[in-house]
């Protein structure tokens, strides 16, 4: 920890546009005060950007507004001046075809707000998947002060006595009705169940994980992740962040000074003790790409291959957020962390302390809940990257939500060549089909879909399902909801649309699957490979125009994060010339 605070006054980029009595400052300054702003407020405090992803058609974010007023409370108590921005909101449930998409664009229009515009901090008030990804890309790439808060997890949904969590149950239910083990009445009264307040999902699905990276990165504050939306404490949380913010841009305490090499090893081990989500590789390939660090998919390997899956939490365990946010949360994660010398301790954090100083008097008050190592789900919780013919450049799976049995598996092929092709044929009785084969998907990866859609925990073929068997095999160039389980190879890469050899695999094939060893294998020989990828037309054809068409052109492979290729690299808050 180096980290040296600036000296405190000084000028503010912030004052570009308000200091002084230039024509162009009574133009910038004028038109703010017909909000009723007194002359002082211009005086060279901190003026500090909420950046709040609040939409309607993001309801796992739709409380953001409501919380944006007490972190405006936090940033006029520390003597900054709130500005409240509405930016782009990739929600999850809502885009089509897939928020990935999105998530791209979403970046580069909060970078170039943050940048634009007269702020010289930023809170970024996010929670559903792309939502927290995407402005912190943008901050790193802008590199002001800036601080996550997130809207924190939903309640436990409960249905019939039982816990039931988001999206992981909505994958359970509706295998369940395909079986014909549960009825479609039923299954409409547990829709409700399952969204019981404001606030992301639930279970350790990709909101949850994500904002625990954050906090993990040292980009929030130490406790924010697990707080549920409702919690009074989560308002406190979030007057806290105001205050903090405001205190971040006195020191010039910038995401390059914390969202170092160390702090992505402290998130990549975070994940594995989290059972976090396969989706948090995409997206911290792409905020590393944004600061300039060097973070491969042999770093998510590396890292993770010792670290125990300690957090019982939906989809791999037992419980949900909420029960996490009592036993303590994440602070007892990285305390473990610390203590089993899996952390880098004096990596630097949005408090100014390092991540040591703020979890090590952390405790566990359930140990049900945040599990003992010796009971961990599974001593090698971080995500397995699997390279070999199939996947020349890595393919990920989540051992902690995959069947042991399945770890190992050699099995004929059952190809679909898209996800129209699975859907039109998966549940016809007469697929030859059975539990002993791998499903293989093509063409949902980033270029293929497009945007790498969350498709590939195929669901089981039905006559499969009703042999009371739940996983097999599947492997595909999507990418899986955080909130669900299975023996699922994910990622892989290059991705069919690009001509990597996912392409050329036909119904019939034999694959391997050897998790231990890190190894997926086509059996088949280099110069058959050779051969097929020669004859091979690529299907997807680039769209027309449009951002699709940018999004096809521009969108790397998701083993290095799927970001833009012109948008890696932290570009700085210099501002051009003024347009007055
Ligand atoms: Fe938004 Fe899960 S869909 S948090």
């Known amino acids: 920890m180096s980290f040296k605070p600036a000296e405190w006054p000084r000028k503010l980029r912030s004052q570009h546009w308000y200091g002084g009595n230039s024509r162009d400052t009574i133009y910038h300054r004028g038109w703010l005060k017909n909000q009723g702003y007194p002359h002082d407020l211009f005086d060279g405090r ?34 900054g001046f709130p500005v409240e921005v509405p930016v782009f909101s990739a929600s999850e449930n809502t885009f089509r075809p897939t928020a990935m998409m999105y998530r791209n664009l979403a970046a ?21 998947d792309k939502t927290t990804p995407s402005l912190l890309m943008a901050a790193a790439s802008v590199d002001i002060p800036s601080i996550v808060v997130t809207g924190g997890p939903m309640l436990n949904g409960w249905f019939r006595g039982e816990r039931i969590g988001s999206g992981t149950h909505l994958w359970k239910f509706s295998e369940a009705v395909k079986a014909g083990e549960m009825t479609q009445d039923e299954f409409l009264e547990a829709e409700q169940a399952m969204s019981r307040s404001s606030g992301t999902c639930n279970t350790m699905g990709t909101a949850s994980t994500m904002a625990s990276m954050a906090e993990a990165l040292g980009m929030a504050l130490s406790g924010n992740a697990a707080i549920p939306a409702v919690d009074s404490r989560r308002r406190v949380m979030a007057q806290m962040t105001g205050r903090r913010i405001v205190q971040m841009v006195k020191d010039d305490l910038k995401p390059s000074d914390i969202m170092t090499k160390e702090a992505f090893e402290n998130a990549i081990r975070c994940n ?34 010792d670290v125990a899956t300690i957090v019982n939490l939906m989809p791999s365990g037992k419980y949900l957020m909420e029960e996490f946010f009592y036993a303590g949360g994440l602070p007892v994660v990285l305390k473990h962390l610390g203590e089993a010398g899996l952390l880098h301790k004096d990596a ?18 359930n140990e049900d809940v945040i599990l003992p190592v010796e009971k961990a789900l599974t001593q090698q919780g ?17 051992p902690s939500a995959a069947s042991p049995h399945l770890m190992q598996h050699r099995g004929r092929a059952v190809v679909f060549e898209d996800i129209d092709d699975y859907k039109a044929r998966i ?21 293929g879909y497009p945007g790498m859609a969350e498709v590939g925990n195929m669901g089981l073929p039905p006559k499969v399902l009703k042999k009371g068997i739940t996983d097999m095999v599947r492997i595909s160039d999507a990418r899986m909801s955080g909130t669900a389980y299975g023996t699922v190879v994910l990622h892989t890469s290059p991705e069919a649309a690009r001509g990597g050899p ?47 068409r940018m999004f096809h052109e521009h969108v790397e492979g998701a083993d290095t994060g799927a970001d833009f290729d012109f948008l890696k690299g932290c570009r700085g808050s210099e501002v051009g010339r003024d347009s007055h």
Not at 48 to 74: F, M, Y
Not at 427 to 447: H, R, S
């Open 46 to 79: 901190p003026v500090i950007g909420i950046l709040n992803t609040w939409s309607d058609l993001t309801p796992c974010n739709g409380h953001l507004r409501e919380l944006a007023e007490k972190v405006k409370a936090g940033i006029w108590e520390a003597g």
């Open 108 to 128: 580069m229009a909060v970078e170039e707000a943050m940048r634009g515009q007269p702020i010289d901090g930023a809170v970024l008030m996010v929670g559903c």
């Open 272 to 305: 594995g003790a989290i059972g976090g989500s396969t989706n948090a590789v995409v997206h911290l390939l792409a905020m590393a790409g944004r600061t300039g660090i060097e973070l491969t998919l042999d770093d998510w390997d590396r890292c993770g291959r």
């Open 348 to 365: 630097l954090t949005v408090s100014g302390e390092s991540i040591w100083d703020e979890v090590k008097d952390a405790k566990n008050w």
């Open 382 to 398: 971080g995500i397995a990257v699997l390279k070999g013919n199939l996947a020349p450049l890595g393919a990920v799976l989540k």
């Open 427 to 447: 549940n016809d009785d007469a697929l030859d089909i059975d539990e002993t084969c791998i499903m293989v998907m093509k063409n949902c990866g980033p270029k």
């Open 502 to 548: 996912l392409a050329i695999v036909r119904t019939g094939d034999f694959i391997e699957l050897d998790v231990p060893n890190r190894r997926l294998h086509l059996d088949l020989s280099d110069e058959e490979i050779a051969a097929r990828l020669a004859d091979w037309k690529n299907p997807v054809e680039p769209p027309a125009s449009g951002y699709a």
